[in-house]
């Protein structure tokens, strides 16, 4: 029933794409995101490609994400994307649930993102980010979000134990941020209103972002 509703309303979206050309860039951006969203919609519910199968093996997988890339790639082959320059730079940390499209809203390439282990920035990656700004990056979004299982393991001393330089990292997680505002061209592009830097709570069930909460 589900799917037969996505069906539905996919074929819906497509008759309306007459429609947003003829209203406009903003009618437009919103179709093609319902359309993406069909898209979810139609793949989400198909188990036959989870890699959670209890028999299935790393070949398996292997082979499975083989046969996506080559499929996706034809298309992309067929129909490549506009390249864009950046001008936002998103840190967020490596959990699965998170998608940084869905958080942006935006699938075109407007996006620098970082994906890192519970979002600790280390030296070279603030050197990214600089050079991502030296290069025109107009704000920085710094994400940290709920049920973070690097948060959980440095907060576990069983697990501090077993994940010791992880655990280190999230130790030093604010001071690294501070670092990065503390890097003289971050610091004078901000104070003179030409960056904006955010460090921003992010709910990992609806991508949804937050000013971040200081709870130490
Ligand atoms: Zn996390």
């Known amino acids: 029933m589900k799917r037969k509703m996505a069906i539905a309303v996919?074929?819906?979206?497509?008759?309306?794409?007459?429609?947003?050309?003829?209203?406009?860039?903003?009618?437009?951006?919103?179709?093609?995101?319902?359309?993406?969203?069909?898209?979810?919609?139609?793949?989400?519910?198909?188990?036959?490609?989870?890699?959670?199968?209890?028999?299935?093996?790393?070949?398996?997988?292997?082979?499975?994400?083989?046969?996506?890339?080559?499929?996706?790639?034809?298309?992309?082959?067929?129909?490549?994307?506009?390249?864009?320059?950046?001008?936002?730079?998103?840190?967020?940390?490596?959990?699965?649930?998170?998608?940084?499209n869905e958080i942006a809203g935006d699938t075109r390439r407007?996006?620098?993102?970082?994906?890192?282990a519970g979002s600790v920035l280390a030296p070279k990656e603030e050197e990214m980010l600089e050079l991502a700004v030296d290069n025109g990056v107009k704000v920085v979004v710094f994400t940290t979000h709920s049920d973070c299982a690097a948060e959980k393991a440095a907060a576990d001393p069983a697990k501090r134990a077993k994940y010791p330089e992880l655990s280190r990292a999230l130790d030093e997680r604010k001071m690294r941020f501070e670092e990065f505002l503390g890097r003289h061209p971050v610091k004078s592009r901000i104070s003179s209103g030409r960056l904006i830097v955010k460090w921003m709570d992010l709910n990992t069930a609806t991508e949804r972002v937050e000013e971040h909460r200081d709870s130490n």
């Not at 407007?110 to 890192?116: Q, S």
Request: charged share 20%.
């Open 10 to 100: 996919l074929a819906i979206m497509i008759a309306g794409i007459p429609v947003a050309w003829k209203w406009g860039d903003r009618i437009e951006f919103m179709l093609g995101g319902a359309l993406i969203n069909a898209g979810y919609r139609l793949q989400d519910p198909l188990i036959s490609y989870d890699f959670e199968h209890e028999n299935v093996t790393p070949a398996q997988v292997w082979d499975a994400f083989l046969d996506q890339n080559r499929l996706a790639s034809s298309i992309r082959a067929r129909w490549p994307r506009s390249p864009r320059h950046p001008v936002i730079a998103m840190i967020i940390c490596m959990d699965g649930r998170l998608d940084s």
């Open 110 to 116: 407007y996006y620098y993102v970082l994906r890192l």
